[in-house]
T-cell receptor, first 112, second 113 residues
Framework: GENVEQHPSTLSVQEGDSAVIKCTYS??????FPWYKQELGKRPQLIID?????GEKKDQRIAVTLNKTAKHFSLHITETQPEDSAVYFC???????????FGAGTRLFVKA | EAGVAQSPRYKIIEKRQSVAFWCNPI?????LYWYQQILGQGPKLLIQ????????DSQLPKDRFSAERLKGVDSTLKIQPAKLEDSAVYLC???????????FGPGTRLLVL
C-alpha cells in the first residue's frame, strides 16, 4: 500500500541551530502536504502546509520544500528554540482520493 | 470557534470488554476522521467519513471495530471485544472539505488490561 517515510526518527540540535526533517511519499496522486507538531500529551496541530503546485513555502522560522518529481518534501526550522521540542509528522494527502497518510514522526529535541 | 470535542478523555477496561468513544467535529465540517495512535508512532487512519458516508475504512479492523456518523455530525467509534494491542490514543479530527487541513480533538487514551 501507499506509505510515507520520514527521517530522522530522532533529532537533537543546539538552540539556535537549524533542523531539517525529510519525507518521501509513494502515492503519485498526493497533492497536499501538511506538517503537524505534537507536543507531549497533546493533539497534533498544523504548523505549515504546501500544495503540489508550489515548490517552497515559508512562515517565519519554518519553511517547507516540495520536489514532486522525486516525491520528496522537507521541513526546515531555523533558529530553533526549546519550545520547538516536539514530535513532527509529515503527511501526504490525495485530496481527490480521500487518502491521508502520516509519516512515523520525528522527535526533535532542542537543547538550551 | 469551538474545536473538536471528544469523550471520554481516558478509559481503562479489561480485555474482551467493549468500549465506545464519541466525537463532535467543528461545526460545518463535512469530513470526520478517526485515528489510532500507538505510543511512539504516527496516527493511523481507521476510518474517514464524508458527511454520513464512509470514504475510507481500509485500515479498520472490522471484526472488532465499528464506527458510525448517522446524522453527518457527531460520530462514535466502538471496539468489541477489546484486545491488549488496542491500547492507544484514539484521535478524532475534522476538516471543512475532503482531506484538507485537519483539526484534531484532544483524544481518548485507552488502556486495555
Amino acid at each position: 500500500g501507499e506509505n510515507v517515510e520520514q527521517h530522522p526518527s530522532t533529532l537533537s540540535v543546539q538552540e539556535g541551530d537549524s533542523a531539517v526533517i525529510k519525507c518521501t511519499y509513494s502515492d503519485s496522486a498526493s497533492n497536499y502536504f501538511p506538517w503537524y507538531k505534537q507536543e507531549l500529551g497533546k493533539r497534533p496541530q498544523l504548523i505549515i502546509d504546501i500544495r503540489s503546485n508550489v515548490g517552497e513555502k515559508k512562515d517565519q522560522r519554518i519553511a517547507v520544500t516540495l520536489n514532486k518529481t522525486a516525491k520528496h518534501f522537507s521541513l526546515h526550522i531555523t533558529e530553533t528554540q526549546p519550545e520547538d521540542s516536539a514530535v513532527y509528522f509529515c503527511t501526504a494527502v490525495n485530496t481527490g482520493g480521500f487518502k491521508t497518510i502520516f509519516g512515523a514522526g520525528t522527535r526533535l529535541f532542542v537543547k538550551a | 470557534e469551538a474545536g473538536v470535542a471528544q469523550s471520554p478523555r481516558y478509559k481503562i477496561i479489561e480485555k474482551r470488554q467493549s468500549v465506545a468513544f464519541w466525537c463532535n467535529p467543528i461545526s460545518g465540517h463535512a469530513t470526520l476522521y478517526w485515528y489510532q495512535q500507538i505510543l511512539g508512532q504516527g496516527p493511523k487512519l481507521l476510518i474517514q467519513f464524508q458527511n454520513n458516508g464512509v470514504v475510507d475504512d481500509s485500515q479498520l479492523p472490522k471484526d472488532r471495530f465499528s464506527a458510525e456518523r448517522l446524522k453527518g455530525v457527531d460520530s462514535t467509534l466502538k471496539i468489541q471485544p477489546a484486545k491488549l494491542e488496542d491500547s492507544a490514543v484514539y484521535l478524532c479530527a475534522s476538516s471543512s472539505a475532503g482531506a484538507e487541513t485537519q483539526y484534531f480533538g484532544p483524544g481518548t487514551r485507552l488502556l486495555v488490561l
